[in-house]
């Protein structure tokens, strides 16, 4: 799991690389929306594969071992991610 999160924002991190190199290049606006607007889905695909990892595997540790608490804190993770 680790390897493909950080293959993945390799991948992101050399696309946020070519919009700044669109931007200095001038070229048309709409093509550099949509190449920021693929890098964000591209975040939110990585985003819901970490959010599903620390659901099946950190928050039931935490809940067996009594820390309701965990709940509260991935609910305002949600609410940030969500924004």
């Known amino acids: 799991m680790k390897s493909s999160l950080i293959s993945r924002l390799n991948r992101i991190e050399g696309q946020v690389r070519g919009i700044k190199g669109m931007i200095e290049k001038d070229v048309y606006c709409d093509d550099v929306l949509n190449q920021i607007a693929s890098v964000q889905a591209a975040m939110n695909s990585v985003s819901k594969l970490l959010l599903e ?8 540790s935490r809940i067996q071992a009594g820390e309701m608490e965990v709940v509260d804190e991935l609910l305002k993770t949600i609410e ?3 924004k």
């Open 53 to 60: 990892s620390h659901m099946k595997s950190c928050l039931i």
């Open 80 to 82: 940030k991610m969500m």
